[in-house]
């Protein structure tokens, strides 16, 4: 019989400790367990590689997060750089409110390009378009020069400007100005075009020609074609134009406003010739000047002294030729011994309204006076353009009836443009 308190082992191959069978004899049972000692380092492979996989479960999560974060911060960025890309074109001309305190509540949308539409056109296609500027091409002359109809070669009927003198340095710094407005009641600048001895302006082209044809004949008296109801109209629509204008930033002043250049579209009144008097030499300026002009502010020593105001005077003197039919500077004011101005101011309103307008209409006739006199109120206190169209407007609502905020459906009432005089 064996010694009781021993037991033999023996070391299985796959590294175990099991009991020899003098030790289940010792025991008494056949029934011994086996001893599983600390498992070897193979048996930890499978929890290294869910560890791993934990880890590059979690690694991709925050990759996947960190890509989502840098698109959404580049769509933030394009639509930032977009909206502010729109604001800028905007700006162009119309100003933020906060910029500009008074700026137009007329104005229409305007072109995201800037000046960047504007053409430089050869010259080659300009005097193709006007057939090597024919005389029977000439529509008009005003300050820059002749005036010109044209076909260009993509079928644009325009109005072409030619000037015929050396250019100057900074004729496309000026052109710029011009070229970046926009507005209904503004004839546009499309193009322009440089050569060796001329300068030349392309704009769009007015069918139906200047105000004053439908005001007076060529003797500067009243044809009486106008009722007192289209004359507002046109009253308001230039007024507006104007008014834009003096609210860019900087304000873009016309200095040559009169109602020869105040065009009657296919829609709407629109002003023309704004900002060109920055494009003539003063030499030039100073020979177109040197007639009797009851349209410039008596009050300029010259032309840099040119203000807001003095396109007031301006338009006030243009308000005097509308409710009387008479041409300012016509044959028959100068006969007369008296300018426009000073009859306006000395007499009635009944003795100065174009006999055409009906009693009825003589008390908005009586307040369009009482406007435009003060619009040339020589201790220039005179309104500003924004109040100017608030009183036509004013006036339109009480005396005549309508006062549309729409200026399209106030012209269809109207009948204004190329339906108008037929």
Do not use: W
């Not at 169209?389 to 005549?400: A, D, L, T, Y």
């Amino acid at each position: 019989m064996p010694r009781s308190g021993k037991c033999l082992y023996k070391v299985n191959e796959a590294g175990g400790v099991s009991f020899g069978r003098r030790v289940a004899a010792a025991v008494g049972t056949d029934n011994v367990p086996t001893l599983t000692p600390f498992q070897s380092t193979d048996d930890n492979k499978p929890s290294k590689q869910k560890v791993a996989a934990i880890v590059g479960g979690v690694g991709a999560s925050v990759l996947v997060i960190i890509i989502v974060i840098l698109v959404y911060i580049c769509l933030m960025r394009i639509k930032k750089h977009l909206s502010q890309t729109s604001d800028t074109s905007s700006s162009v001309t119309s100003p933020p409110e906060s910029a500009r305190g008074n700026i137009s509540p007329y104005a229409t949308a305007q072109s995201p390009f800037g000046t960047q539409n504007l053409r430089q056109l050869s010259i080659a296609e300009l005097e193709h378009a006007t057939k090597n500027f024919s005389q029977s091409n000439i529509i008009g002359e005003g300050t820059f020069g002749l005036v010109y109809k044209g076909l260009l070669l993509d079928g644009s009927i325009v109005a072409i400007k030619r000037r015929l003198h050396k250019p100057f340095p900074d004729f496309i710094h000026k052109v710029k100005p011009i070229a970046s407005v926009h507005h209904r009641h503004l004839v546009e600048l499309i193009g322009y075009c440089e050569d060796i001895h001329q300068q030349l302006l392309v704009y769009d082209y007015i069918a139906n020609g200047n105000i004053g044809s439908y005001l007076y004949d060529s003797e500067g008296l009243p044809i009486g074609k106008l009722d007192m109801k289209q004359r507002l109209t046109i009253a308001s629509a230039a007024a507006k134009g104007l008014e834009y204008l003096h609210s860019r930033d900087p304000p873009l002043l016309h200095m040559h406003f009169r109602t020869s250049n105040v065009l009657l579209g296919d829609k709407f009144p629109k002003v023309s010739d704004y900002g060109v008097l920055n494009l003539v030499t003063e030499g030039h300026r100073a020979s177109s000047s040197s007639a009797v002009d009851s349209f410039l502010d008596p009050e300029l020593s010259s032309s840099k002294n040119h203000s807001e105001g003095s396109d007031v005077y301006s338009f006030g003197v243009f308000l005097l030729e509308l409710i009387s039919g008479r041409e300012a500077n016509g044959k028959y004011q100068s006969n007369s011994g008296k300018t426009i101005v000073e009859e306006a101011r000395e007499c009635n309103v009944r003795n100065f309204v174009d006999k055409s307008v009906e009693e009825h209409n003589l008390k908005g006739a009586r307040k369009i006076m009482e406007l435009a006199l003060q619009c040339i109120d020589v201790s220039r206190k005179r309104p500003s353009m924004r109040r100017v169209v608030e009183e036509i407007e004013q006036i339109q609502g009480s005396e005549m009836g309508y006062l549309q905020a729409d200026f399209g459906e106030e012209i269809g009432s109207v009948a204004l443009g190329s339906e108008l005089f037929k």
